[in-house]
């Protein structure tokens, strides 16, 4: 089992960024998907989650300004970030949980940097 995350960089406040998190060794659309992010010294918090159901969750501090969506064809989870902010950065971490079993996988992390 394999969630490879992509997609972050450097940006200034203001700016967009999407990553991507591809499952393989998974029957994804059975799992529920999440970003997760840890700032340095800080806990790792769940920024966004995509249900089964469709039901969409985010933290109150990107809500509004980040979306959420998979693609069961692709295996793929995404989140779009707009309007970043320098409390923006961290490291970003994809996470599949099995709906059933209660599995749970994680990306290896891909690194978001919002400068001022």
């Known amino acids: 089992v394999q969630l490879q995350a992509s997609g972050g960089g450097l940006m200034q406040a203001g700016g967009s960024l999407k990553l991507s998190c591809t499952a393989s060794?998974?029957?994804?659309?059975?799992?529920?998907v999440a970003w997760y992010r840890q700032a340095p010294g800080k806990e790792r918090e769940l920024v966004a989650a995509?249900?089964?159901?469709?039901?969409?969750n985010y933290a109150d501090s990107v809500n509004g300004r980040f979306t959420i969506s998979r693609d069961n064809v692709k295996n793929a989870v995404y989140l779009q970030m707009s309007s970043l902010k320098p409390e923006d950065t961290a490291v970003y971490y994809c996470k599949a949980v099995a709906a059933l079993t209660t599995d749970e996988y994680w990306g290896q992390g891909t690194q978001v940097t919002v400068s001022s």
């Open positions: 060794g998974i029957i994804f659309r059975i799992y529920n």
């Open positions: 995509f249900s089964l159901s469709g039901t969409t």
